[in-house]
T-cell receptor, first 112, second 110 residues
Framework: DAGITQSPRYKITETGRQVTLMCHQTWSHSYMFWYRQDLGHGLRLIYY???????DKGEVSDGYVVSRSKTENFPLTLESATRSQTSVYFC???????????FGSGTQLSVL | RKEVEQDPGPFNVPEGATVAFNCTYS??????FFWYRQDCRKEPKLLMS???SGNEDGRFTAQLNRASQYISLLIRDSKLSDSATYLCVVNTGGGNKLTFGTGTQLKVEL
């Protein structure tokens, strides 16, 4: 499953800074997702994309921006990081919604 | 009501026990259902898809009940290595979203 990579693996930043988390997949999957995981909340959907140039908000999209200019990339930007955005972020992709989701290894973000 | 709900547990069971988890979903139009396993906050991994007719993979059985809008996972003869968090996933919101439940923690003990 090395076809989807996230970077950086760990990131420490300060409140108010802009941060971009990268996600790249090599399968040309149509669907890509960003989730955050916090204790007691499971994985919560931030944004998703059904194809290049098509993105939609998930349940916790406030404070985040995404783009999908190319099928293989789906970067997630925190415009002005807040402490509440300290979390583990997972990117995932799939070719069809009735098929397996492939996950990146996650990015652990700390906002101080 | 949340789109996908699970009992967070933890479920503490002895080795060899049978344990079952349920997951309810709110969107009656949902079509795809899955169970994922997650270890120690690593990336989730697909355990099994859930089909309308129910499906079995070794010690694991998944069922779908559309009338009551829930899916279930049954684990027989629990092993220590089954200790993990089990996440249900449902496609929601018009079909393009995949929404996770909060996960159910299972601890299998000697």
């Amino acid at each position: 499953d090395a076809g989807i990579t996230q970077s950086p693996r760990y990131k420490i930043t300060e409140t108010g800074r802009q941060v971009t988390l990268m996600c790249h997949q090599t399968w040309s999957h149509s669907y890509m997702f960003w989730y955050r995981q916090d204790l007691g909340h499971g994985l919560r959907l931030i944004y998703y994309s059904a194809a290049a140039d098509i993105t939609d908000k998930g349940e916790v999209s406030d404070g985040y921006v995404v783009s999908r200019s190319k099928t293989e990339n789906f970067p997630l930007t925190l415009e002005s990081a807040t402490r509440s955005q300290t979390s583990v972020y997972f990117c995932a992709s799939t070719g069809h919604l009735n098929e397996k989701l492939f996950f990146g290894s996650g990015t652990q973000l700390s906002v101080l | 009501r949340k789109e996908v709900e699970q009992d967070p547990g933890p479920f503490n069971v002895p080795e060899g026990a049978t344990v079952a988890f349920n997951c309810t979903y709110s969107n009656s139009a949902s079509q795809s259902f899955f169970w994922y396993r997650q270890d120690c906050r690593k990336e989730p991994k697909l355990l099994m898809s859930v089909y309308s007719s129910g499906n079995e993979d070794g010690r694991f059985t998944a069922q779908l009940n559309r009338a009551s809008q829930y899916i279930s996972l049954l684990i027989r003869d629990s092993k220590l290595s089954d200790s993990a968090t089990y996440l249900c996933v449902v496609n929601t919101g018009g079909g393009n979203k995949l929404t996770f439940g909060t996960g159910t923690q299972l601890k299998v003990e000697l």
